[in-house]
């Protein structure tokens, strides 16, 4: 049991070895990058701060006769510049919204014609279907005419005609080889 102890502490010992190791490259690379990106960070502001030294005495100059005519060319160009991005990104969205709506009104009259073609069609559907009930209520009618008012009418007992009122019923009568019954009015 000693033996497992011993080896149990050691396994621990090498665990938190290897943590510190790790730990110690991790903080190595942090800092490496924490330089990379300051002197990075450092480097565009620098930049941005020169521009931005550069334009604020191009914009004073404007009109300046004391600067050279060349100068106050590079002006007119970067006045320009200034006006030519937002003129295009103006004409860019104009023409994407209307694009865009042209697109959205053909989608959507396109989906009309088709819902009305459908209306259309279920409307020559439900009219060929009044048309074959009326012709069928009217085979009834004809039905009901030919068979005298004699029903049929089916119970839990089984299935029985019904005679219409007032007639009366007749045996020994024969229809066909088969036996039959004879209604008197």
Request: charged share 20%.
């Amino acid at each position: 049991m000693p033996e497992n102890l011993d080896l149990n502490q050691r396994l621990q010992q090498k665990l938190d070895l290897e943590r510190q190791i790790i730990q110690q490259l991790t903080q190595r690379s942090y800092d490496k990058l924490q330089k990379e990106l300051e002197a990075i960070t450092n480097t565009a502001t620098n930049t941005i701060k020169k521009d931005m030294e550069r334009q604020h005495l191009d914009w004073t100059s404007w009109g300046n006769p004391s600067v050279p005519l060349g100068q106050n060319l590079v002006m007119t160009g970067m006045l320009g510049k200034f006006w030519l991005a937002p003129a295009l990104v103006g004409l860019s969205l104009c023409l994407g919204i209307s694009v865009g709506s042209w697109g959205l009104m053909q989608y959507l009259s396109s989906r009309i014609s088709d819902q009305q073609q459908t209306l259309n069609y279920l409307d020559q559907q439900i009219s060929s279907q009044v048309q074959e009930l009326r012709q069928q209520r009217q085979t009834l009618e004809k039905i009901q005419e030919q068979t005298e008012g004699i029903t049929i009418h089916q119970t839990e007992n089984g299935t029985f005609l019904i005679l219409p009122p007032n007639s009366t019923l007749k045996k020994g009568w024969q229809c066909l080889g088969q036996p039959c019954l004879k209604l008197e009015p």
